[in-house]
DNA sequence: GGTCGGAGACTGACCAGTCAGTCTGGGGGC
DNA sequence: GCCCCCAGACTGACTGGTCAGTCTCCGACC
């Protein structure tokens, strides 16, 4: 006889099994990478059956895609809500790079699964990627514009400089999940920014306004 | 009754072999990715068998790392002795970016290879990758360390902007081997390295001497 | 006739995905 | 309020295919 508080509704079950899946494959898939993971090793974490994994999700890449997928879109907004926030054009910058090396950090499973084990093989699925990438590529391309028509800075390849960005953040991340360094991730923010502002030319004063 | 002409030594023939061998597996590789090659795919593209391609390499994985060990060094040593003309930081930096970019864009079968592939290759080569990787990265350091003595850029974290030019780097070229952007690689060297001197604070002159 | 580079059929482990069946919550009939 | 029924969530043994690596044999050269 279940106690009152053990209680859950039929759909809320439901919900919370996919979760379980999808939180167990996070781990798995971070810690062993894509192809060194096995379906049942998914099962197991969760606690769920064979069954019950293909029960909700089509197939292991589906899986993968889904916890990459949603992450992206979550990060793109909170990019997107930090950077609103943001009084000043280096404010701005501040915040988005912030708010990507602070999410890494709080999700480091997540972090190795998109900067590590994102699988090449797939073709159809490469493109997804592309199209995920060049999401957070044009935000920051979007402020790097915005400083251009400002005159902020001189008129340049926004698009090459948003690349540029995005993968100076990602190897530091990287360097942080192989390495440990440095210690809180976050001791990285103040000096990445500087140089990513440096780059285009935009100089970090602290208190600047567009 | 073979010809003079055709005539080769045994030793000839053996070099030659684990050459195909080695050749077509960067193709393979760099075509389907390390985990959607079959063993059998290097040994049709190569002309060989099973029994040559096992002769040779001791594993999947160790053809594999041949092939990766043994471009970074030679792009190590590249970057060294181009740098080494170099005539002034600014030009020595140019220099390193430059080959760097040039290599990749010539050899884009290794460049996918090194840049796509290895990531997700396996547990096992994370730290040999991070050793080479090192190498790299201890360079580029190298060059930081010696402006910062020279009081030609401010002292900073130097360890950190390798890194961020590393990825950086890694990044553009990645962009081009899915878009095929910019249509010369090269065009990308000058705004590139331009960047990357802004990042540091190097101001790119183009005729400065150390 | 011995050795060595090489050929390619074969083996066995491994694993994504299937499917026939079980269990359970809750809705509808009384 | 009780019970019956069944949708549909979930189970896990099983299958079919794949592929890294092995083994045996061959032919060329010494």
């Known amino acids: 006889m279940p106690t009152a508080v053990e209680r859950l ?27 060194g993971s096995v379906v049942d090793d998914i099962v197991r974490a969760s606690g769920t059956s064979k069954g019950a994994v293909y029960f909700y999700f089509e197939s292991k890449e589906q899986i993968f895609f889904s916890l990459v997928e949603e992450y992206v ?18 404010a701005q910058v501040e915040a988005a790079v912030a708010t990507l090396v602070r999410s890494f950090h709080t999700h480091p499973a997540l972090a190795r699964i998109v900067l590590l084990d994102w699988p090449n093989a797939g073709a159809e699925f490469q493109g997804k990627r592309m199209a995920l990438k060049g999401m957070l590529v044009e935000i920051l391309r979007g402020y790097l514009d915005r400083a251009v028509q400002d005159h902020r800075i001189e008129s340049q390849d926004t698009e090459l ?48 306004s567009a």
């Open 9 to 35: 509704s039929k759909s809320q079950q439901k919900e919370d099994t996919r979760r379980k899946i999808l939180e167990s494959a996070a781990q798995v898939f971070a810690s062993k990478g894509f192809h």
């Open 73 to 90: 879109t979550t990060l793109a907004q909170q990019m997107h809500v930090a950077v609103q926030r943001g009084r000043g054009l280096v």
């Open 161 to 208: 400089a948003a690349y540029v960005w995005i993968g100076a953040i990602g190897e530091v991340v990287v360097r942080w999940l192989n390495t440990g360094r440095p210690a809180p991730l976050e001791d990285v923010i103040a000096p990445l920014t500087r140089l990513l502002l440096n780059s285009v030319g935009l100089v970090p004063t602290p208190s600047a």
